[in-house]
């Protein structure tokens, strides 16, 4: 250490001395660089992006804003949302796509935009699961359709017999075009033969609020977005999409139990991926922390607030998942032509 923080000897050096004085000073960078933390200190100037492909208001942001303010402290870095809503969430992937893969822009990613967008007639052929990196599976979302008490139906049954009855068919709401949240309705329609009519929200939030304020008469949103509107009697539960009830809601049928056996909606789940190339160190890393920090009780306690359940997964499982998913939704798909 003394010989580098005496360079005013050096022109009284041989230059074979200087040479050696270079080789040492240059060396002794290296090795501080390489003791751990260094290159967090480093990173930790830059700032982490989450970009959230939803309006602010439903699970995605939510988990995404959990995220943000516990990754920062953890870090040691500044880390923000950037909500670019549109296209069922697909929007904001495409944004992170041409991101640059340092590790500095990751993006909160929903089933839609990961698993069914890609295998849609109209599709831009952009295929999140090739062409994106997955961190972690976050959470899974209980899926739920429902109704402004003054102008929806009351029930499932209600719910087929006034879509059937009106030539124009009974309009309801979604999270977006492709969305799981769409795609289970049209599966519901598939199964009943009703006549609903798709009209596409930029998010959970503004669907669910779309059916508080009587813009339409149904809804098909996250439970995220509407649960609290359905306590407060804002709103009414026709029923949870999937084939069982949600820990988080048990009161609430299911769409099977309110007169469709048998009936599963798409899958309700958000997770984190990165742009493809990103270091597997760096994401390795991120997930880990992550891990961490979703394991910590008080951190389940907020997720447990948007109405969503945890259900973390590593990078190579979440991954491995996707590819599973993407496959089983596109022979799906197959057999719908949805609405848009």
């Known amino acids: 250490m003394a010989r580098w923080i005496a360079p005013c000897h050096a022109a009284t050096l041989a230059a074979a001395d200087w040479e050696d004085e270079m080789r040492f000073a240059y060396g002794l960078l290296l090795a501080l660089l390489a003791l751990p933390g260094a290159a967090h200190a480093q990173s930790s100037q830059r700032p982490l992006q989450i970009i959230v492909p939803f309006a602010p208001g439903g699970s995605a942001d939510g988990i995404g804003r959990i995220l943000a303010t516990e990754l920062s402290a953890k870090l040691g870095r500044q880390v923000y949302v950037d909500n670019r809503p549109g296209a069922g969430g697909s929007l904001g992937l495409t944004v992170l796509a041409k991101a640059a893969p340092d590790g500095d822009t990751v993006a909160i990613a929903a089933t839609g935009a990961l698993v069914i967008n890609p295998h849609v007639p109209g599709s831009t052929g952009f295929d999140p699961v090739k062409e994106l990196a997955p961190v972690a599976k976050l959470i899974e979302i209980p899926l739920l359709v429902v109704a402004n008490p003054k102008i929806g139906p009351k029930t499932v049954k209600e719910m087929i017999e006034q879509s059937k009855a009106r030539p124009a068919g009974l309009s309801y709401g979604s999270t977006g075009v492709n969305s799981s949240q769409h795609l289970s309705v049209e599966m519901f329609k598939k199964v009943t033969g009703a006549n609903l009519v798709h009209i596409p929200y930029r998010g959970s939030g503004p669907a669910a609020l ?25 709103l009414i539960a026709l029923g949870i999409t999937s084939l069982n009830r949600s820990k988080l809601a048990p009161d609430i049928p299911t769409l099977a139990e309110g007169g469709v056996p048998g009936f599963s909606g798409a899958p309700g789940f958000i997770g984190m991926v990165a742009p493809l190339g990103t270091p597997p160190a760096v994401i390795r890393q991120l997930s880990s922390e992550i891990a961490t920090i979703v394991a910590r009780p008080d951190v389940q306690a907020k997720i447990a607030t948007l109405s969503v359940e945890p259900a973390y997964a590593d990078e190579a499982a979440f991954g491995a998942a996707l590819v599973a998913e993407s496959t089983k939704i596109k022979e799906i798909v197959k057999t719908l032509q949805p609405s848009q």
Do not use: F, M, Y
Request: net charge negative; no cysteine; charged share 15%.
């Open 210 to 234: 779309a059916a508080v304020a009587g813009d339409v008469p149904l809804t098909s949103t996250d439970l995220t977005a509407a649960h609290e509107n359905v306590k407060a009697g804002n």
